[in-house]
Antibody, heavy 118, light 109 residues
Framework: EAQVVESGGGLVQPGGSLRLSCAASGFTFSNSGMNWVRQAPGKGLEWISF????????YYADSVKGRFTISRDNAKNSLHLQMNSLRADDTAVYYCAKDYYEDGVDVWGQGTTVTVSS | SSELTQDPAVSVALGQTVRITCQGDSLRSYFAFWYQQKPGQAPVLVIY???KRPSGIPDRFSGSNSGNTASLTITGALAEDEADYFC????????????FGTGTKVTVL
């Protein structure tokens, strides 16, 4: 069964940095695109970043472009999101999500919570 | 713009049928994915592509598409189907990869 598990969330001050990780299992990670999707408290889902299986293609939502960097390590079945210059409106649960042929996402982790506050 | 619009809330009597709709320009080009999310839990994919269900999703969930509207139908709703439902599709504006709907809270009475 395909599974992804996020880690690395926490409380950070505005302007600070945080690195999220996602451990994948149960599927051929090196063949799958991966995404990060976030959900602010009481709000809907917001796609923020995608990385292709070989890291050759990366997309970002305008809301995080230039501040967040997605990366992966296929040898370790892991996905990462480096978040810099964090703002209060980045406060959210961040989900790692397996991509389904660039049509959508099909497997979600339980999420990791990021709180940006002084 | 990148938007998928859903009704905020719908209710359905136990055992009856409810249809949830999702509207947006991107749906003219791409199929909708539908997710169920219960409080404090991660979203779960229930419908994707042309009315496909992942393994383990009951056949009371079905999907359809017409023009700029996608629909998720729950036939014979159970108490356990009470949740938020989000649609999603590829974005057609070039600004995003995926756009998510605003979400519909389904209450089973």
């Amino acid at each position: 069964e395909a599974q992804v598990v996020e880690s690395g969330g926490g409380l950070v001050q505005p302007g600070g940095s945080l690195r999220l990780s996602c451990a994948a299992s149960g599927f051929t990670f090196s063949n799958s695109g991966m995404n990060w999707v976030r959900q602010a408290p009481g709000k809907g889902l917001e796609w923020i970043s995608f990385i292709s299986s070989g890291s050759g293609t990366r997309y970002y939502a305008d809301s995080v472009k230039g501040r967040f960097t997605i990366s992966r390590d296929n040898a370790k079945n892991s996905l990462h999101l480096q978040m810099n210059s964090l703002r209060a409106d980045d406060t959210a649960v961040y989900y790692c999500a397996k991509d389904y042929y660039e049509d959508g996402v099909d497997v979600w982790g339980q999420g990791t919570t990021v709180t940006v506050s002084s | 713009s990148s938007e998928l619009t859903q009704d905020p809330a719908v209710s359905v009597a136990l055992g009856q049928t409810v249809r949830i709709t999702c509207q947006g320009d991107s749906l003219r080009s791409y199929f909708a994915f539908w997710y169920q999310q219960k409080p404090g839990q991660a979203p779960v994919l229930v419908i994707y592509g042309k009315n496909k269900r992942p393994s383990g999703i009951p056949d009371r969930f079905s999907g359809s598409n017409s023009g700029n509207t996608a629909s998720l139908t729950i036939t014979g709703a159970l108490a356990e189907d009470e949740a938020d439902y989000f649609c999603s599709s590829r974005d057609n504006t070039g600004n995003l990869l995926y756009v998510f709907g605003t979400g519909t809270k389904v209450t089973v009475l």
